[in-house]
């Protein structure tokens, strides 16, 4: 592998929550940062500027993963910028809590279009154009192992990329790429705690046996051991990251 000075990632969905906690821990391990972001473009702007006022290297780029021309676009100004991408963790993702049966037909499509389709979309990408010795992450969910209610449409979106996980790491066979998932536990960001009473979010933090909700920063170090050299033979599997709650 490349010294991490020269290596670039792409980080989708990293303006906020646990993306923008990737970004700052890749970067500030010497990795040169593109920050995707599909509407927020004043946080990732701020991260950016953070990240280069502590002597990193960051580029923000807009871009809806759900769409593959704009994924293509993402990774030209990766190839422009800096002159190819070493590692893609795939972060962007959306979750709306409801029963199946009151599930719509478009909040349905929303769920797959962004979760699985944009996984899809940043992975066939990276076949394409990923160097050679690179890092990919993709991110499920430990609620698959819980099969809480409510969770059916995003349960059904994860354990398809955990699927294609498994298949793309042995699809990339020859290129010294690994294809990897973290699949987090309860993390305290505002994907997790939109919606959720006091009462609610006191549970969850109870449930893991280390008795609390994991942070952003619990997950990106996950994600940075993934994508370091130390982690070299680790390659198809899916980590979870929740304290022990499954």
Same mark, same amino acid.
């Given at each position: 592998?490349?010294?991490?000075?020269?290596?670039?990632?792409?980080?989708?969905?990293?303006?906020?929550?646990?993306?923008?906690?990737?970004?700052?821990?890749?970067?500030?391990?010497?990795?040169? /940062?593109?920050?995707?972001?599909?509407?927020?473009?004043?946080?990732?702007?701020?991260?950016?500027?953070?990240?280069?006022?502590?002597?990193?290297?960051?580029?923000?780029?807009?871009?809806?993963?759900?769409?593959?021309?704009? /994924? #293509?676009?993402?990774?030209?100004?990766?190839?422009?910028? =800096?002159?190819?991408?070493?590692?893609?963790?795939?972060?962007?993702?959306?979750?709306?809590?409801?029963?199946?049966?009151?599930?719509?037909?478009?909040?349905?499509?929303?769920?797959?279009?962004?979760?699985?389709?944009?996984? =899809?979309?940043? @992975?066939?990408?990276?076949?394409?154009?990923?160097?050679?010795?690179?890092?990919?992450?993709?991110?499920?969910?430990?609620?698959? #192992?819980?099969?809480?209610?409510?969770?059916?449409?995003?349960?059904?979106?994860?354990?398809?990329?955990?699927?294609?996980?498994?298949?793309?790491?042995?699809?990339?066979?020859?290129?010294?790429?690994?294809?990897?998932?973290?699949?987090?536990?309860?993390?305290?960001?505002?994907? =997790?705690?939109?919606?959720?009473?006091?009462?609610?979010?006191?549970? =969850?933090?109870?449930?893991?046996? @280390?008795?609390?909700?994991?942070?952003?920063?619990?997950?990106?170090?996950?994600?940075?051991?993934?994508?370091?050299?130390?982690?070299?033979?680790?390659?198809?599997?899916?980590?979870?990251?929740?304290?022990? @709650?499954?």
């Amino acid at each position: 592998m490349q010294e991490q000075t020269n290596r670039v990632a792409i980080v989708t969905g990293a303006s906020r929550g646990i993306g923008a906690a990737i970004a700052e821990r890749l970067a500030a391990d010497g990795l040169t /940062v593109v920050i995707n972001y599909a509407g927020d473009v004043a946080s990732a702007e701020k991260l950016a500027r953070s990240i280069e006022q502590k002597g990193g290297r960051a580029l923000t780029a807009r871009a809806d993963v759900s769409d593959p021309e704009a /994924v #293509a676009r993402l990774f030209d100004a990766a190839e422009a910028a =800096f002159g190819g991408v070493d590692v893609l963790v795939n972060n962007a993702g959306i979750l709306q809590v409801a029963a199946l049966a009151d599930t719509s037909d478009a909040e349905f499509d929303r769920h797959f279009a962004i979760n699985t389709r944009g996984t =899809f979309n940043t @992975l066939r990408e990276a076949a394409r154009r990923m160097r050679k010795g690179g890092r990919i992450v993709n991110f499920s969910s430990t609620t698959l #192992a819980l099969n809480l209610p409510g969770y059916a449409v995003y349960n059904a979106t994860k354990a398809a990329v955990e699927a294609m996980t498994h298949v793309f790491a042995k699809e990339l066979r020859g290129r010294d790429i690994t294809v990897n998932a973290v699949a987090p536990g309860p993390v305290a960001t505002d994907l =997790f705690l939109s919606g959720k009473s006091d009462e609610l979010v006191a549970q =969850f933090a109870r449930m893991p046996p @280390l008795e609390r909700l994991g942070q952003p920063d619990d997950i990106a170090n996950v994600v940075a051991f993934l994508v370091g050299s130390g982690a070299g033979w680790i390659n198809g599997q899916v980590l979870r990251a929740n304290g022990g @709650l499954a």
